[in-house]
């Protein structure tokens, strides 16, 4: 079972949102005490289950969030975008001033 404060907590958290024990204790346990290590168990096991929640997403007709990750890459290009066109106006106002 979770030995510190915190992993009592979490543990508590995971159980009451329907998480199964074994789960729960996995993942309560894979927090590093404080001072320890990165908690790379941690991270590893957070990518496994939103990789489970993906898949149950797309069963159940939801998509995977491929819509939101094309419109973030759209974001980002239109940001680039606009920088270089920022900077070109300024070299061009630059130019523009020594004459």
């Known amino acids: 079972m979770a030995k510190t404060k915190a992993d009592k907590q979490l543990y508590a958290r995971l159980r009451n949102s329907g998480i199964r024990k ?35 997403r797309v069963r159940a007709g939801g998509g995977a969030g491929k819509r939101s990750k094309a419109a973030k ?19 061009g106002a630059k130019a523009r001033a020594k004459q």
């Open 22 to 56: 074994r789960v729960a204790r996995v993942a309560s346990e894979a927090l590093p005490a404080k001072g320890a290590k990165k908690p790379s168990k941690a991270h590893q096991l957070a990518n496994e289950l939103s990789a489970a929640a993906d898949s149950i």
């Open 73 to 91: 890459k759209a974001a980002r290009s239109r940001k680039a975008n606009a920088a270089k066109r920022r900077s070109s106006a300024k070299k």
